[in-house]
Each structure stands twice: as structure tokens, then as C-alpha cells.
């Protein structure tokens, strides 16, 4: 229902994150629009695995990560690469990351996100039920070539659990971690199963919401691109090819 203080909010953007912006706004009383350049639902959002997983909140200002970020730039295969001339603008970031990579800091930013996780998993939990779309519960496993890895992971889970994850771990030997995945290679020498994660499929999750928006009596604008953005008194005036706003 509609309220004093409605606006008029234009979202761009028809991914898991804009949806569910667009759908509490509409909620909450506003009137909302969402631009999509092509279909909901079928960018980033489609390519990715869903996971609720508040155990896997580690920051990446961790105390060591810059140096292992640089070790994985010199390696040709390595997860990490720059493709663009360094400028002054990356070297202060860069700083910025070094100086918020401290140990004190990195707790700090862990206690936030354990928080957050688990307040976002109790939400997705909440929106499911409320706009009916698959979440699966079968929890998470982690599974490990070397002690030396799973005893990393073990303190890892140790530092997450200390700022305030509620979930907890099952420590698996080899034959137990392959029979609970029978895929996985003869070289995993365990695992650690998260009980207590879940999952989504963003397909649905994406179509739900997008559903949800439109009863709200919001507006879901797929195949339609924002041009240009001006600000004006009290808001912005968004233009696409087929109208303004």
C-alpha cells in the first residue's frame, strides 16, 4: 500500500540483487520499476551456484593475503590477474587493502560479515516460504587433498564459529567424505560437512521475485536499457529508448 512518503524508485538491473531490492521496496509501499537490458535473472545471477553458505565468510583482508595475491599473479594459471596498467588510483586501494589486512582489522570485518551471512540466510529462509521457490537443505561438504589444507580450513571454521556463526562441522575420514560423494577423487584424504547450509536455484529464485514485484504493483521491464541518467529537483530523470522517468 502506497504511503505519504512513496517514491518513485527505478532499479536497473533484473539480477537476484536488484529483484530483491525492487521487490522490498514494492512491498514497503513504493513505486518501483525495474529496467533489465535483456531477462531477468539470466546474468551473473544465472551463473552462479546459489549457495547460503554463512560458514564460507572469511574477508579477503586476511592477515597474508597480499602476498598470496601476489604469488598468484606471477603464476600464468594462477585465480588472479591484472589486465590493466597500474595507476595511482590502484596503488592507494592497494595500500587501503594492506593497511585493513591487519590481523585486528580482519576480525573486525569477520565479525560484521558472520552477521550478516547469518542474518541473509534467515532472510532467503523467510522470502522462500513467502514467494515459493526451491531451497535445498542438504548442507555443504568440503573435501581435502592434504591434512595440511583440511587443518587450514578447521582453524578457518574455528575463527568463523568465534564470531558468531550458529552452524556447526563434521569432521569426515576419506572413506566417509567418498561416501557421501562417491564423484570425488581417490586422493581426497577428508572432509568437513556443513549440516547446516543450504542452497538455491537462482533461476527460481530470480522468477519468483520477479513475480512478487509485479502483485506488489511494481514494474518489471525486461528487453529495455537505461540511456542516460540526469539528476533533477528531488530525484533523477532516467531515459531508455522507449520513454523517460
Known amino acids: 500500500m502506497a504511503t505519504e512518503s512513496a517514491r518513485h524508485v527505478i532499479v536497473v538491473g533484473g539480477g537476484v540483487i536488484g529483484l530483491s531490492s525492487a521487490y522490498h ?18 546474468g551473473a545471477s544465472w551463473g552462479n551456484a546459489g549457495w547460503i553458505t554463512p560458514s564460507l565468510v572469511q ?8 602476498p598470496q595475491a601476489l604469488r598468484a599473479m606471477l603464476d600464468p594459471a594462477g585465480p588472479i590477474a591484472m589486465r590493466q596498467v597500474p595507476t595511482w588510483a590502484l596503488a592507494r586501494w ?33 522470502l522462500a516460504a513467502e514467494l515459493d ?18 587443518a587450514a580450513f578447521r582453524t578457518s571454521h574455528a575463527q568463523v564459529q568465534e564470531a558468531g556463526y550458529r552452524g556447526h562441522a563434521v569432521e569426515l575420514d576419506a572413506t566417509e567424505t567418498k561416501a557421501h560423494e562417491p564423484a570425488l577423487a581417490d586422493d581426497v584424504i577428508g572432509g568437513l560437512y556443513l549440516p547446516d547450509e543450504a542452497s538455491v536455484r537462482p533461476d527460481a529464485m530470480t522468477a519468483a521475485l520477479a ?21 533533477v529537483a528531488g530525484g533523477w ?4 529508448p522507449h520513454r523517460e522517468l
Open 25 to 42: 521496496l514494492a512491498r514497503a509501499g513504493h513505486r518501483v520499476t525495474v529496467i533489465e537490458r535483456a531477462t531477468c535473472g539470466r
Open 59 to 66: 574477508p579477503f583482508n586476511a592477515p597474508g593475503a597480499v
Open 94 to 126: 592497494g595500500w587501503a587493502f594492506l593497511r585493513n589486512s591487519r590481523a585486528d582489522r580482519s576480525r573486525r570485518s569477520l565479525r560484521a560479515l558472520a552477521t550478516s551471512a547469518a542474518d541473509a540466510a534467515a532472510d532467503v529462509a523467510a
Open 133 to 150: 521457490f526451491e531451497v535445498h537443505r542438504s548442507g555443504l561438504l568440503v573435501a581435502f587433498r592434504s591434512p595440511d589444507a583440511l
Open 211 to 231: 513475480r512478487g514485484i509485479t502483485r506488489a504493483g511494481g514494474e518489471v521491464a525486461e528487453q529495455e536499457s537505461m540511456l542516460a541518467a540526469t539528476p
Open 237 to 240: 530523470r532516467v531515459r531508455t
